[in-house]
């Protein structure tokens, strides 16, 4: 097959995963509005829960940890009959769909590659159809070992619009690399960004839910986020989220360190990239500052790691495109 | 004895004053301030032009914002990185960490070497806790429950009969210490290159040799401590310098684009060492006496050859003109300051695919040498007026005519490879010889590079560490249960900060306490009767 076949199914994979995304997207929107209870069941529901939560806390302490604890600590949504069909089955579309989409943008990536005979790392179209793939599939996984359907809107819409950015905006031909960019520190140092973005995207994504859950739990208004899980173990997920991208992005920082004294003669050389990802790796770091230490609250520490993703994303978009350095390559 | 309506406070003296200002710049509060205060203190750098990386930028940056410009240059903002304000910051910040991480160290060293603390008297108060009642007597219980928990890597202590004190994850503290004393190493390294490095910088065309030696350089930056005599003289010839280019895919952004740039070299370590040949490419540096040689740089140095009118060669040899964008449309001057009767100076643009635009005049329409031509203006005079030192590159006309035609209009000449330019009025001739190339040459030598890394890489170890292992206590106490021979055991867990497993390992403990109790009890109760037991009949209930 020549390059170009390549690079045209490399396309065909990509939109066929945009289409399969938008399916799951909806399909995850029909299963959240399908958790809000009709009102009057509502009603009922609110009064018999209110009376099991005093039951407990009147009784003597418990030999074992008590059910309601437990049930937070899983983190599922509490189903109950009162989920209808239609919203579990849009789920498991969902859920289908999201896998699908996510195997649709590896075969893409696998195309691309195989088109230029070279990881297929080389500008932004490919970094952000990369990242979208590691962001659905890592989502994909790990909601194999716990239930996060109600974390999926929430990633198939942004994956979506990063995939229409990409292909409307950043779109460039499949071709070779420029010569500062011909090393194996490419694979090293990009996909180890690509990966760390890709998980402080989700990690983002549940602390602004965790946000919105927590702030309207406090305000005592009902709604659709009472029927997520609670906002402590929302918090803790996105903190296991954090502490794992966290070392992954001091990782690509050091890495782009050895690269940067391979192709441009000095470790550091304060280039508006490196700048930025360093400012990253310390807003990040004083969000784990934050949560560590005892005065500070936890929406205070969330907070904190948002403006930290707020950076990463200006990190992509705007320092390539509009600050001049050493990063900004005009074949973007 | 005050008076009941004055108020008494009690009050600080100097020294009060400074342990409180040291305890609140060594707290974690103060810490997180300064972090955010030292990224939101790097942005400005990156949006603005900085000296240390393109002067000429910032000098236009600064004399397109007549009012703006003074007085960001005033308050720092062009030379950020180097600027008090930026150092006072990471500066507060370090000594911070060091205030903290050393009195943190000398507490963990306590208790690394201390057993673990007396179980509470009530474990059920605590969140994590479980009890169970087992067939076994308390001492058989306490013996299990102290192989149970050494199995599973605890620190195990009993402080009294009836209970078990364990403890476990002081990796945690130790990597947490590991990396912020990691990260002074980081600094140390970053220190060390600085005062002890250097990096110069030079133009180096095909055929020609450069020797490391101060005077050599076009530009020379030493550190501090450094000594420009001792550099090692090792010398390096530039026998030819290939470039590729994009030629095939003419998308957007792609064609013409760099492909690969190799520079094949000849080097010598010192002064009469035996030749040898290298390549260099642009993330593959040569590695030589201690310093690193990049190919930072490429262009043009198109040949030429200046006669007088008598047919005597006034100047020859390759010239290096500077490119300006990205299909090599470079800038250059050559200078003749033996030319008959007065020295020539030309200026102009060397394309190495010339086409004239309507607009633009003269551009290269793309990188490679597909139609190169020189296009040159021509001045007569003093070319080095008060001697002033001057851009090889720029001619100063400041003492200079410019020649003109027969119009009256200035001189334009316009030369493609083998054409040869007869000047007016007896002035001899400029012929475009060939076109070569030059490498841009970066030699750096960073002694602390190898110390800030093995830093770098100890700071991501004791992060990890830090992150993802867990300190936990577990405490079990025993008392007998009615109906001799049982006993009622209680285990319960506590766990430094969050910790979503410790209720697991709580429950696993209290079973596997319970299983090995009483598989040691049945084994006793067996051989009650006969007077040796086999121990190895015991089955392990793990397994």
């Known amino acids: 097959m020549t390059n170009e076949t390549l690079a045209g199914y490399a396309n065909l994979s990509l939109y066929s995963a945009m289409a399969v995304f938008t399916i799951a997207m909806v399909c995850h929107a029909i299963y959240l509005a399908g958790l809000l209870p009709a009102r009057d069941r509502a009603v009922a529901k609110d009064a018999t829960s209110a009376r099991e939560r005093e039951l407990v806390g009147a009784g003597a302490p418990a030999e074992t940890v008590s059910a309601p604890a437990a049930a937070a600590a899983a983190g599922s949504p509490t189903d109950g009959p009162e989920l209808s069909k239609r919203a579990r089955s849009a789920a498991g579309i969902a859920s289908t769909t999201t896998w699908l989409g996510g195997l649709l943008l590896l075969a893409s990536v696998v195309l691309r590659g195989l088109s230029v005979d070279r990881w297929p790392l080389g500008n932004m179209f490919e970094f952000a159809v990369m990242g979208s793939m590691f962001t659905s599939l890592a989502y994909s996984i790990w909601s194999t070992r716990r239930d996060l359907r109600w974390l999926g809107l929430f990633i198939t819409g942004p994956v979506l619009l990063v995939l229409g950015m990409a292909v409307a905006v950043w779109y460039t031909e499949a071709a070779e690399l420029l010569p500062s960019l011909k090393s194996y520190w490419l694979v090293i140092h990009v996909t180890v960004a690509v990966i760390s973005t890709a998980l402080f995207t989700l990690a983002a994504a549940a602390t602004g839910i965790y946000l919105l859950k927590d702030a309207f739990q406090r305000s005592g208004r009902a709604s659709v986020l009472d029927r997520f899980p609670d906002a402590p173990s929302i918090e803790r997920t996105a903190y296991g989220l954090h502490i794992v991208a966290f070392p992954l992005w001091t990782f690509t920082l050091i890495a782009g360190a050895i690269w940067a004294r391979q192709a441009w003669a000095s470790y550091w050389n304060w280039d508006p990239k490196e700048v930025w990802t360093f400012v990253i790796w310390v807003v990040y770091a004083a969000y784990l500052h934050s949560r560590a230490t005892s005065g500070i609250s936890r929406q205070t520490a969330a907070w904190i790691s948002l403006a930290g993703y707020a950076c990463v994303i200006v990190n992509f978009a705007v320092v390539n495109v509009f600050f001049v350095g050493q990063h900004s390559y005009s074949g973007l | ?543």
Request: charged share 20%; aromatic share 8%.
């Open chain 2, 1 to 543: 004895m005050a008076d009941s309506t004055t108020i008494t406070q009690p009050r600080l003296g100097a020294m009060g004053w400074a342990r409180w200002t040291w305890r609140n710049l060594t707290s974690m509060r103060t810490a997180l301030f300064l972090l955010l205060l030292l990224a939101i203190g790097a942005l400005p750098g990156s949006i603005w032009p900085q000296r240390s990386i393109d002067p000429a930028r910032t000098s236009d940056w600064i004399a397109q914002h007549p009012k703006a410009g003074p007085v960001l240059d005033r308050l720092g903002f062009f030379e950020v990185y180097a600027s008090p304000w930026f150092a006072a910051i990471y500066l507060l910040l370090f000594i911070s960490l060091v205030g903290c991480v050393l009195p943190r160290s000398r507490v963990h060293w306590r208790a690394m070497r201390s057993t673990p603390p007396r179980t509470p008297s009530r474990l059920e108060r605590l969140d994590d806790s479980a009890r169970a009642e087992v067939d076994a007597t308390p001492e058989q219980v306490v013996a299990a429950a102290r192989e149970v928990l050494r199995g599973r890597r605890f620190r195990v202590h009993s402080h009294d009969e009836a209970t078990v004190s364990a403890e476990n994850g002081y990796l945690k503290e130790t990597g947490n210490l590991v990396f912020h004393l990691a990260l002074i190493g980081v600094i140390v390294g970053v220190a060390i290159g600085h005062l002890l490095g250097w990096k110069g910088d030079v133009i180096v065309p095909v055929g020609k040799s450069f020797s490391n030696t101060l005077s050599q350089y076009d530009t020379f930056a030493p550190g501090p401590w450094v000594n420009p005599d001792t550099l090692q003289p090792f010398t390096i010839t530039v026998d030819k310098l290939d470039a590729k280019f994009e030629e095939n895919v003419t998308g957007r952004g792609q064609f013409g684009q760099p492909r690969d740039f190799t520079a094949h070299l000849t080097t010598t370590t010192s002064p009469g060492a035996k030749p040898t040949t290298e390549t260099v490419k642009v993330n593959h540096p040569l590695e030589i006496g201690g310093a690193g040689v990049f190919l930072l740089g490429n262009g043009y140095a198109p040949v030429v050859t200046v006669k007088d009118a008598k047919g005597q060669e006034t100047y020859s040899g390759p010239v290096p003109f500077l490119a300006q964008d990205n299909n090599y449309r470079s800038v250059g001057a050559i200078k003749v300051t033996g030319a008959d009767p007065k020295p020539l100076g030309f200026s102009g643009l060397f394309l190495p695919t010339a086409v004239i635009d309507k607009e633009q005049g003269p551009i290269s329409i793309f990188p490679d040498a597909k139609r190169p031509a020189l296009a040159l203006t021509v001045y007569e005079g003093e070319l080095l007026p008060g001697g002033r030192p001057q851009s090889v590159y720029v001619l100063d006309t400041s003492e200079m005519t410019q020649l003109k035609d027969a119009k009256g209009s200035p001189l334009r000449i316009w030369l493609e490879p083998g054409q040869t330019y007869q000047l007016p009025g007896g002035r001899g001739s400029i012929t475009f010889d060939s076109v070569d190339r030059f490498a841009g040459l970066s030699i750096r030598h960073d002694p602390g590079k190898g110390i800030t890394l093995v830093a770098a890489l100890l700071a991501l170890a004791g992060l990890i560490a830090s992150l993802v292992v867990r300190r936990r206590r577990v405490f079990v106490r025993v008392s007998p249960a009615e109906g001799g021979g049982r006993t009622v055991v209680t285990v319960a867990g506590l766990a430094k900060g969050d910790d979503d497993g410790l209720r697991k390992v709580v429950e696993q403990v209290l079973g596997e306490v319970t299983t090995r109790a009483t598989a040691a009890a049945g084994t006793t109760a067996d051989s009650r009767p006969r007077a040796t037991a086999p121990t190895g009949t015991e089955m392990d209930p793990r397994s």
